[in-house]
């Protein structure tokens, strides 16, 4: 199928015909020679197409309303392929980000486990050593009751015997 390339300058400028294989939707690039297609020259962007009306003599020949292409991703507005080759960038970021967040959490949760079982093993000995340190106390404490109730029974002893003195002073004082 022909394809004639009108140009936008100063007024719409008819360009080459070209002959391809398909119809480009708005927002694709043509190449109008060249080896090689990535040659800047002879590439332009298709901004619309317009099909020509029936019944006039040249039928089989498509307008495509071109610019020249001077750096596609900088100039050239978006077609659908590239706003879904923007946003598939986009996820795969979002994704990388939410990948690297996804591996400092699980470096987290495994100092946090290491640090578990760190306390774990700390509370079991500190509970072994705080054990027997309550266990240290409590014969402390009993030994103390003991010991007071040894002082006290002493005590006992010497009111008992300071009685018996006060008693045996105050016969003697009567006998005098």
Do not use: C
């Not at 020259?41 to 020509?52: E, F, G, H, I, L």
């Not at 040894?150 to 018996?164: F, P, S, T, V, Y």
Request: hydrophobic share 40%.
């Amino acid at each position: 199928m022909k394809f004639t390339l009108l140009f936008y300058t100063d007024g719409w400028e008819s360009g080459p015909t070209v002959e391809l294989s398909h119809i480009p939707a708005p927002g694709s690039i043509v190449w109008t020679g060249g080896r090689r297609r990535d040659e800047e020259d002879s590439m332009y962007y298709v901004d619309n197409v317009m099909y020509p009306e029936r019944g006039m003599d040249r039928e089989d020949t498509v307008y495509l309303y071109v610019r020249p292409y001077t750096g596609y991703t900088r100039y050239a507005p978006m077609t659908e392929a590239d706003r879904i080759v923007e946003r598939l960038t986009a996820v795969g970021e979002e994704l990388a980000r939410v990948g690297e967040k996804l591996d400092a959490l699980l470096a987290d949760s495994g100092a946090l486990r290491e640090t578990a079982a760190a306390l774990r093993d700390s509370v079991a000995a500190l509970g072994g050593e705080h054990t027997r340190s309550l266990e240290g106390l409590l014969r402390l404490g009993e030994q103390a009751l003991q010991s007071a109730d040894a002082m006290e029974d002493g005590q006992q002893l010497h009111i008992e015997k300071l009685d018996d003195i006060v008693l045996a002073l105050e016969q003697m004082k009567e006998q005098l």
